[in-house]
C-alpha cells in the first residue's frame, strides 16, 4: 500500500489548479467532469502523493478552506535544491513567514498558499 493523495478543500477548482500548476509548480494529472462535481488530482513535479482538489459543497467545508490543519504547518514539500526551489516560490508570489532555518531534518521555512494552508518547504 502507499498513500496516493489527500483530499484538500478549495473554494474554486480552476483558482485552485491555477495556483497549484501555475505557482507551485504542480502538475493536473486529472480534471474529470463528473457533473455535478469534479475530479481533480494535482501531483508535486518530483512525484509522490497528491491533492484531490475538492469544492467546499456546504458552509462547513467552507470554513475549513485554509484551516485543514488547525493553524499548524500540515503540508510538507521537501526539495532537493532548497534555495532553487524557494527563489522560485517567491518569485511565484509565494509568501514565506520565515527566513529559512536548519532543523536536524534540514533547511526549512514556513509558508502558506493563497488559500491559508502552512506548508514547510523542507530542504535535505
Known amino acids: 500500500m502507499r498513500l496516493s493523495a489527500l483530499t484538500l478543500i478549495v473554494p474554486d477548482y480552476d483558482a ?3 495556483f497549484y500548476c501555475g505557482q507551485m509548480g504542480f502538475e493536473l494529472s486529472e480534471d474529470i467532469d463528473q ?6 488530482r494535482v501531483t508535486p513535479p518530483g512525484g509522490g502523493a497528491g491533492f484531490i482538489l475538492a469544492q467546499a459543497a456546504d458552509a462547513r467545508q467552507t470554513a475549513a478552506i485554509g484551516d485543514q490543519g488547525a493553524g499548524r504547518v500540515w ?3 521537501q526539495t532537493d535544491d532548497f534555495a532553487e526551489d524557494r527563489a522560485r516560490l517567491l518569485a511565484a508570489g509565494v509568501t514565506f513567514e520565515e527566513e529559512p532555518r536548519h532543523e536536524v531534518y534540514g533547511t526549512v521555512a514556513v509558508f502558506r498558499d493563497i488559500f491559508g494552508n502552512r506548508w514547510d518547504l523542507i530542504g535535505t
Do not use: D, E
Not at 35 to 40: A, E, N, Q
Open 16 to 18: 485552485a489548479i491555477a
Open 35 to 40: 457533473g455535478h462535481k469534479r475530479w481533480v
Open 75 to 77: 503540508l510538507f514539500l
